[in-house]
């Protein structure tokens, strides 16, 4: 009997409390009254001994969160801000705010009568443009030559937890012909490049225009741009940010001009860029003084070290790496034609794909062939005859003479430092007209270049380079030696 008069009287109290809660407006909604452009106000008092630092106050009548616009192509937040005007000139400052009820914007002008270029006496602003002294400015590039000078990730992110480009990673594009002059006076930046800024797939569709497809390691596009002669900048070392003027832009367009400052210090320029055409995305920037842009002198060891695998072991002796190969690839297929010159149980399987360069090799791991001693690249190949060697396929370009696949075999030595630029200095050898159906001995005398100490990379590709045919190969008992 207690529990029923305890749950009937809570039952009670709590139909009085929401009775108590329902306001009598019930039917009206909206958050608060939308403030108008005359209750907002703000003051604007140069600061004492400083006529070029302007304070700035929020004087409106009504509350909300006040946003700047400080005309100098930075903004601030807060009731109160601070705005420095190196140079003389007419600035239109604007102070928008927003309420529960909306936003409202309210704009003044401040006439600077002097210039005073104290105020670009800074740690960032000299390591940017190397001082007021130094009226030639100072040039940044891309840090190519090491690892992380350029990549992507969630635009929130402090790093690029996507993808970062490895030293040279971008050879063959327009990335590295991109070149920006910082000068202090004037805050001036001049922009050069080969005719041709660099880009995605968004950024190019962005962009319009004429275009090359970069084929090899660099991929992407550069797309045909021409910079202005003359651009200017402004650096908010309160936010570290910099923003280019006029739609300016380091070299890979992103729809966007401003960039968050990760680091700066007068051997390095450190950015990061939300991009404005792929959403979500954030790209990360890293540059040098162009004089510093130097290629590393490394000296690699040469050495003399034989090679070679039957692909019968559990464990391959020769690891090869792939590119645009087939899902098909495999060092441990069950062989298809066990008969002389060929009986082991298994051999490699190669997948040419239609994609215009599908190759395997295999890298040197720190060090460089020594050719004097070791220059022979040997194996046994099997070139099935069902394969289609009579249909067209299109091609990587009108350099590309042949579109059909061939019952061919190219080795090739490169040098893995130069990317995709590596065939530039390469030396090939091609076995062509090959014997279908049975395994042939196969033997690539490199004895030639035996003066050659670049070379570290050996790469094997079947059917021919540069167009889109597909075919299955075979081969076994690789080795590199005497």
């Given at each position: 009997?207690?529990?029923?008069?305890?749950?009937?009287?809570?039952?009670?109290?709590?139909?009085?409390?929401?009775?108590?809660?329902?306001?009598?407006?019930?039917?009206?909604?909206?958050?608060?009254?939308?403030?108008?452009?005359?209750?907002?106000?703000?003051?604007?008092?140069?600061?004492?001994?400083?006529?070029?630092?302007?304070?700035?106050?929020?004087?409106?009548?009504?509350?909300?969160?006040?946003?700047?616009?400080?005309?100098?192509?930075?903004?601030?937040?807060?009731?109160?801000?601070?705005?420095?005007?190196?140079?003389?000139?007419?600035?239109?400052?604007?102070?928008?705010?927003?309420?529960?009820?909306?936003?409202?914007?309210v704009s003044q002008t401040i006439t600077i009568a002097q210039d005073d270029m104290?105020?670009?006496?800074?740690?960032?602003?000299?390591?940017?443009?190397?001082?007021?002294?130094?009226?030639?400015?100072?040039?940044?590039?891309?840090?190519?030559?090491?690892?992380?000078?350029?990549?992507?990730?969630?635009?929130?992110?402090?790093?690029?937890?996507?993808?970062?480009?490895?030293?040279?990673?971008?050879?063959?594009?327009?990335?590295?012909?991109?070149?920006?002059?910082?000068t202090q006076v004037g805050v001036k930046l001049e922009w050069k490049n080969n005719?041709?800024?660099?880009?995605?797939?968004?950024?190019?569709?962005?962009?319009?225009?004429?275009?090359?497809?970069?084929?090899?390691?660099?991929?992407?596009?550069?797309?045909?741009?021409?910079?202005?002669?003359?651009?200017?900048?402004?650096?908010?070392?309160?936010?570290?940010?910099?923003?280019?003027?006029?739609?300016?832009?380091?070299?890979?367009?992103?729809?966007?001009?401003?960039?968050?400052?990760?680091?700066?210090?007068?051997?390095?320029?450190?950015?990061?860029?939300?991009?404005?055409?792929?959403?979500?995305?954030?790209?990360?920037?890293?540059?040098?003084?162009?004089?510093?842009?130097?290629?590393?002198?490394?000296?690699?060891?040469?050495?003399?070290?034989?090679?070679?695998?039957?692909?019968?072991?559990?464990?391959?002796?020769?690891?090869?790496?792939?590119?645009?190969?087939?899902?098909?690839?495999?060092?441990?297929?069950?062989?298809?034609?066990?008969?002389?010159?060929?009986?082991?149980?298994?051999?490699?399987?190669?997948?040419?794909?239609?994609?215009?360069?599908?190759?395997?090799?295999?890298?040197?791991?720190?060090?460089?062939?020594?050719?004097?001693?070791?220059n022979k690249v040997r194996l046994k190949v099997l070139i099935p005859s069902g394969?289609?060697?009579?249909?067209?396929?299109?091609?990587?370009?009108?350099?590309?003479?042949?579109?059909?696949?061939?019952?061919?075999?190219?080795?090739?030595?490169?040098?893995?430092?130069?990317?995709?630029?590596?065939?530039?200095?390469?030396?090939?050898?091609?076995?062509?007209?090959?014997?279908?159906?049975?395994?042939?001995?196969?033997?690539?005398?490199?004895?030639?270049?035996?003066?050659?100490?670049?070379?570290?990379?050996?790469?094997?590709?079947?059917?021919?380079?540069?167009?889109?045919?597909?075919?299955?190969?075979?081969?076994?008992?690789?080795?590199?030696?005497?």
């Amino acid at each position: 009997m207690k529990n029923i008069l305890k749950s009937g009287l809570l039952a009670l109290i709590t139909l009085f409390a929401l009775a108590a809660c329902d306001p009598q407006e019930s039917s009206d909604y909206s958050l608060g009254p939308v403030p108008q452009e005359s209750q907002l106000s703000f003051t604007a008092t140069p600061s004492s001994g400083k006529p070029n630092v302007i304070e700035l106050k929020d004087a409106s009548s009504v509350a909300g969160v006040a946003v700047w616009d400080l005309g100098n192509g930075s903004t601030a937040k807060g009731s109160d801000a601070t705005a420095e005007y190196p140079f003389a000139g007419t600035y239109t400052v604007t102070l928008t705010l927003y309420t529960t009820g909306g936003s409202a914007s309210v704009s003044q002008t401040i006439t600077i009568a002097q210039d005073d270029m104290s105020l670009l006496d800074t740690p960032m602003y000299n390591a940017l443009t190397g001082g007021a002294a130094n009226l030639s400015g100072k040039t940044w590039v891309f840090d190519q030559y090491h690892d992380g000078h350029f990549g992507v990730g969630p635009a929130t992110a402090s790093t690029p937890e996507w993808w970062s480009c490895p030293a040279e990673g971008k050879n063959g594009s327009s990335l590295y012909t991109q070149e920006f002059t910082f000068t202090q006076v004037g805050v001036k930046l001049e922009w050069k490049n080969n005719g041709y800024v660099y880009a995605n797939e968004p950024g190019k569709n962005a962009l319009g225009g004429e275009f090359i497809d970069n084929p090899g390691g660099a991929g992407d596009f550069d797309v045909k741009y021409t910079p202005k002669s003359s651009y200017t900048f402004a650096l908010n070392e309160t936010d570290k940010t910099i923003t280019l003027s006029d739609g300016a832009f380091f070299g890979f367009y992103t729809g966007s001009s401003s960039y968050d400052i990760l680091s700066l210090t007068d051997d390095a320029l450190y950015l990061r860029n939300k991009s404005a055409v792929e959403s979500g995305n954030g790209w990360w920037f890293r540059l040098i003084p162009k004089e510093k842009n130097v290629k590393p002198d490394v000296t690699v060891e040469l050495k003399a070290v034989p090679l070679s695998d039957d692909f019968e072991n559990e464990a391959p002796s020769v690891v090869f790496d792939s590119e645009d190969i087939g899902e098909l690839f495999s060092q441990y297929y069950q062989n298809p034609l066990p008969l002389p010159v060929n009986t082991s149980k298994r051999v490699c399987i190669y997948e040419k794909t239609t994609a215009f360069y599908s190759n395997i090799f295999f890298t040197a791991d720190g060090y460089k062939f020594d050719l004097k001693e070791v220059n022979k690249v040997r194996l046994k190949v099997l070139i099935p005859s069902g394969n289609d060697y009579k249909t067209g396929f299109p091609v990587a370009g009108d350099w590309i003479s042949n579109n059909k696949l061939l019952p061919q075999l190219a080795v090739k030595l490169q040098d893995s430092s130069k990317g995709g630029n590596a065939w530039e200095t390469q030396v090939e050898i091609v076995k062509a007209d090959l014997e279908m159906d049975k395994w042939l001995d196969l033997e690539f005398d490199f004895s030639a270049a035996k003066g050659r100490e670049d070379f570290d990379k050996i790469v094997i590709q079947f059917g021919a380079e540069g167009h889109a045919a597909p075919g299955i190969f075979y081969f076994d008992d690789f080795s590199f030696g005497k």
